[in-house]
């Protein structure tokens, strides 16, 4: 404890430049300039020493090194959220006119992009009801047919779960607001 308390935020970082390269040193592989990872890891550096707190039970060491790591996985998430992006705006030359890809994609690529957008909501809704347990699952899936047209009645899934409507009903409340802190936790804003 005392340790730490003994050096200075500027001694702090100037003896823990070490951790920085080793820190970046382990993202070598994702393809981007390592001096580019050392300075941003050096952002976290600074960030821990101006955050850290004695006493907490931690080293000073555990703690930067998190922060480090932290700070290079926001950088390289911020790169690949930007990477293979093209404006739809961009211009495509042709000798008569110019054109964008807005204009030659057209109707089709909104359709597309629907398409895909309706299927990963499908497939993120899958898994999130997969982790409510087996009889809130029952309840959502019957929820979800009956909304969408089907003919599963609260009183028939109360027959076949051997309960009354009205808990039916307070089990479907339930389980509906499970899902939902389910997928807000994960981000998946509904």
């Given at each position: 404890m005392?340790?730490?308390?003994?050096?200075?935020?500027d001694?702090?970082?100037?003896?823990?430049?070490?951790?920085?390269h080793?820190?970046?040193?382990?993202?070598?592989n994702?393809?981007?300039?390592?001096e580019?990872?050392?300075?941003?890891g050096y952002?976290?550096?600074?960030?821990?020493?101006?955050?850290?707190?004695?006493?907490?039970?931690?080293?000073?060491?555990?703690?930067?090194?998190?922060?480090?790591?932290?700070e290079?996985?926001?950088?390289l998430?911020?790169?690949r959220?930007?990477?293979?992006?093209v404006s739809?705006?961009a211009?495509?030359?042709?000798?008569?006119?110019?054109?964008n890809?807005?204009?030659?994609?057209g109707t089709?690529?909104d359709?597309?992009?629907?398409?895909?957008?309706?299927?990963?909501?499908?497939q993120?809704l899958?898994a999130s009801?997969?982790?409510?347990?087996?009889?809130?699952?029952?309840v959502?899936?019957r929820y979800l047919?009956n909304h969408n047209?089907?003919?599963?009645?609260?009183?028939q899934l109360?027959?076949?779960?051997?309960v009354?409507?009205?808990?039916?009903?307070?089990?479907?409340?339930k389980?509906?607001?499970?899902?939902k802190e389910?997928?807000i936790?994960n981000?998946?804003f509904?």
């Amino acid at each position: 404890m005392g340790a730490v308390a003994e050096f200075t935020r500027d001694e702090l970082i100037e003896n823990n430049l070490g951790l920085v390269h080793y820190a970046a040193n382990t993202f070598h592989n994702t393809g981007e300039d390592i001096e580019d990872l050392v300075s941003v890891g050096y952002i976290g550096l600074i960030k821990a020493a101006d955050t850290f707190v004695v006493g907490k039970g931690a080293k000073f060491a555990t703690y930067a090194t998190t922060c480090i790591r932290n700070e290079i996985l926001m950088f390289l998430r911020k790169l690949r959220k930007h990477y293979g992006q093209v404006s739809l705006d961009a211009s495509i030359n042709d000798e008569a006119e110019d054109y964008n890809l807005l204009n030659l994609l057209g109707t089709e690529m909104d359709y597309l992009h629907d398409t895909v957008q309706q299927k990963q909501s499908i497939q993120t809704l899958r898994a999130s009801i997969s982790k409510l347990d087996d009889r809130d699952q029952l309840v959502i899936q019957r929820y979800l047919v009956n909304h969408n047209g089907g003919k599963i009645s609260q009183l028939q899934l109360a027959e076949q779960l051997g309960v009354s409507q009205s808990i039916v009903s307070r089990i479907e409340k339930k389980a509906i607001r499970k899902l939902k802190e389910i997928m807000i936790r994960n981000c998946i804003f509904i």
